[in-house]
């Protein structure tokens, strides 16, 4: 298993991540789970945004809402690690829902990550084109 994602797109998302050197910056993926086809930041509600995010809920539930109305399929959200590397931490398998992908930016890098059931991830190479 692959997932491909057009490299402007993967570039901006480290982007954004660099922008925010201070506190973890996380956003929306939407395409199938064969390709990344576009990405839509969200605000990070965590009380603790140095080093864990919440989506905003309200972004969450709009982006439900458009699928069930026939907009783009979500399929999992990114987030950065500002000092961290690009693997899960333990607050993220805590909150991991199986089934959705998982895209880290740490150290300049970005990794996709599969959650799986009782907060495990299986890494997936990106097809970066
Ligand atoms: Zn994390």
Known sequence: MTVAI??????RIVAL??????????????????RIRSAEP???VSARPADSFEIAPQALFAAIRAERAGGPRLIGHYHSHPRGRPVPSARD????EPGRLWLIVGGGEARLWLAEYAGRFTAVPLDIA
């Open 6 to 11: 057009a490299r402007i797109l993967l570039d």
């Open 42 to 44: 969200t605000p990070n």
């Open 17 to 34: 991540a660099a922008e925010r050197p201070d506190e973890e910056v996380c956003g929306l993926l939407f395409g199938n789970p064969a």
């Open 93 to 96: 398998a805590d909150a991991a």
